[in-house]
């Protein structure tokens, strides 16, 4: 086995390919939007990648993206190849078994448990009323980072999200009081990934988000978008049912934790 750092975008896709819901942020990073803040590194036996991790370097504190494939003991070997080249701080998206492995070399701070979700049954897009979901722009992006910082404190949008044109929202009065947008959108790959999903604490329990996020997938699904995924902490009950509601379907757990070096 040896460490091998990737930059064919059709080696990493036909890897990923495999589990596409389990590497939708993967996928969707091979696009061009996303790929030049992108450092790939695999564990290849011959020519044959047995485990991959992407460090997405765009956010101020850098991602490690690590979710394993079986045999899963060798995700060990490669975050252990990965230690001389790995940054003294970072976020990570892994299985509680890698953070364990890496807790050797880092103190960790745990953000929580998460489910994969994938929209399996878009049928159930279908009754929702998404009448009055209007399509955010790049003219709304201050309102946005304003409506975030109260509905999403610590959220991870992006305003150069709005240019792919799969921000939705509602409005009350003028004001935006709820949003879906996506994390990951790639029409080259057909993936998207939504994100930044709020409501104003004012006025949740209505199913505004609900709307929002099924004029989005519908928009997505419109425009060629194959694997619609997203990620959601497993406590979040309420937006759980919310996804349910509209079609999507577990597909997988990881943690998210915050890596710095003893």
Same mark, same amino acid.
């Given at each position: 086995?040896?460490?091998?750092?990737?930059?064919?975008?059709?080696?990493?896709?036909?890897?990923?390919?495999?589990?596409?819901?389990?590497?939708?942020?993967?996928?969707?990073?091979?696009?061009?939007?996303?790929?030049?803040?992108?450092?790939?590194?695999?564990?290849?036996?011959?020519?044959?990648?047995?485990?991959?991790?992407?460090?997405?370097?765009?956010?101020?504190?850098?991602?490690?993206?690590?979710?394993?494939?079986?045999?899963?003991?060798?995700?060990?070997?490669?975050?252990?190849?990965?230690?001389?080249?790995?940054?003294?701080?970072?976020?990570?998206?892994?299985?509680?078994?890698?953070?364990?492995?890496?807790?050797?070399?880092?103190?960790? /701070?745990?953000?929580?448990?998460?489910?994969?979700?994938?929209?399996?049954?878009?049928?159930?897009?279908?009754?929702?009323?998404?009448?009055?979901?209007?399509?955010?722009?790049?003219?709304?992006?201050? /309102?946005?980072?304003?409506?975030?910082?109260?509905?999403?404190?610590?959220?991870?949008?992006?305003?150069?999200?709005?240019?792919?044109?799969?921000?939705?929202?509602?409005?009350?009065?003028?004001?935006?009081?709820?949003?879906?947008?996506?994390?990951?959108?790639?029409?080259?790959?057909?993936?998207?990934?939504?994100?930044?999903?709020?409501?104003?604490?004012?006025?949740?329990?209505?199913?505004?988000?609900?709307?929002?996020?099924?004029?989005?997938?519908?928009?997505?699904?419109?425009?060629?978008?194959?694997?619609?995924?997203?990620?959601?902490?497993?406590?979040?009950?309420?937006?759980?049912?919310?996804?349910?509601?509209?079609?999507?379907?577990?597909?997988?757990?990881?943690?998210?934790?915050?890596? /710095?070096?003893?």
């Amino acid at each position: 086995m040896r460490l091998v750092l990737l930059h064919s975008k059709a080696e990493i896709e036909t890897f990923t390919r495999k589990n596409p819901l389990i590497h939708l942020y993967e996928i969707g990073d091979l696009d061009d939007f996303f790929w030049p803040n992108t450092i790939w590194y695999a564990l290849k036996d011959s020519d044959e990648i047995k485990q991959l991790a992407l460090l997405y370097t765009a956010q101020i504190i850098p991602v490690l993206i690590a979710h394993a494939e079986e045999p899963v003991d060798m995700m060990d070997e490669l975050l252990q190849s990965l230690l001389p080249f790995l940054l003294k701080k970072f976020y990570g998206h892994m299985s509680e078994r890698s953070a364990d492995f890496l807790s050797q070399h880092y103190e960790i /701070e745990r953000h929580g448990t998460y489910l994969k979700m994938g929209l399996l049954n878009s049928s159930k897009l279908a009754p929702i009323d998404t009448s009055g979901v209007l399509q955010m722009t790049k003219s709304d992006s201050g /309102e946005l980072l304003d409506f975030y910082k109260l509905s999403y404190p610590g959220n991870w949008f992006d305003p150069r999200m709005l240019e792919t044109r799969f921000y939705y929202g509602i409005r009350r009065e003028q004001s935006i009081v709820s949003v879906a947008g996506v994390h990951v959108f790639s029409k080259e790959y057909r993936v998207a990934a939504l994100g930044n999903v709020a409501t104003h604490p004012k006025f949740r329990g209505q199913g505004l988000a609900t709307a929002a996020c099924a004029r989005l997938c519908n928009s997505l699904r419109a425009g060629g978008v194959e694997e619609i995924g997203l990620n959601v902490k497993a406590d979040n009950f309420s937006a759980i049912a919310s996804y349910q509601k509209i079609g999507f379907e577990k597909v997988a757990e990881f943690g998210e934790y915050t890596f /710095e070096l003893k």
